[in-house]
């Protein structure tokens, strides 16, 4: 079946840590997102790539950073340097026509990370 | 800056009880409106996408409408496996091609 995995599904981070979420889709996809959504608010665009090795800054990069090596894989960093990172993190991929249903962009599960 | 208003933001039904969402939006120039319907603890799960005014679709007891300032997303004789939170979202036609402006949404509950 064609889909969007993440994982793992559960993450906790301590004080000082790294860590990665991973993000792997297998629809032919061109474009893929990184989201955060916190208790009460919309979906917010952290990262986004349109196509392998380029990837552009959302609205609230900070204290996150991405790869994009492969078409089928875009990793989430959330660096020490992200001070409130405790939230659900969604990951999407679309394709890359602007004009009709290839614009619709599709979600994995989600990851939850929290803080120890 | 494009803006999503979802409401109410709650809604809370009797299995039975036919009812309207609404999503007023701004945008400079609208390429898409989207509906998706998001459980706990998941990934939301795309509905519908809406290009112009006046255009609706329907998928079982739903039926999205927009006109050019708002979309309606009309439930129709709920069942309790319709309470989840509704997402709409907005893609603008002059920005990046692929950045979608969110809603807070609406958490509906039908009670059987």
């Known amino acids: 079946d064609g889909g969007i995995t993440q994982s793992p599904k559960y993450l906790f981070r301590k004080e000082g840590q790294n860590v990665t979420l991973s993000c792997e889709q297998n629809?032919?996809?061109?474009?893929m997102y990184w989201y955060r959504q916190d208790p009460g608010q919309g979906l917010r665009l952290i990262y986004y790539s349109q196509i392998v090795n380029d990837f552009q800054k959302g609205d609230i990069a900070e204290g996150y950073s991405v790869s994009r090596e492969k078409k089928e894989s875009f990793p989430l960093t959330v660096t020490s340097a992200q001070k409130n990172p405790t939230a659900f993190y969604l990951c999407?991929?679309?394709?890359?026509?602007?004009?009709?249903?290839?614009?619709?962009?599709?979600f994995g599960a989600g990851t939850r990370l929290s803080v120890l | 800056e494009d803006q999503v208003t979802q409401s109410p933001e709650a809604l809370r039904l009797q299995e039975g009880e036919s009812s309207s969402l609404n999503c007023s939006y701004t945008?400079?120039?609208?390429?898409?409106l989207f509906w998706y319907r998001q459980d706990p603890g998941k990934g939301p799960e795309f509905l519908f996408t809406l290009y112009s005014a006046g255009e609706e679709k329907e998928k079982e007891r739903l039926k999205a409408t927009l006109t050019k300032k708002e979309s309606f997303l009309h439930i129709t004789a709920p069942k309790p496996e319709d309470s989840a939170t509704y997402l709409c979202?907005?893609?603008?036609?002059?920005?990046?091609?692929?950045?979608?402006?969110f809603g807070k949404g609406t958490l509906l509950t039908v009670n059987p």
């Open positions: 945008v400079s120039g609208l390429r898409g």
């Open positions: 979202a907005v893609l603008n036609s002059g920005g990046s091609n692929y950045k979608l402006t």
């Open positions: 629809l032919n996809h061109d474009a």
């Open positions: 999407a991929s679309s394709m890359r026509d602007p004009w009709g249903d290839k614009n619709i962009q599709y």
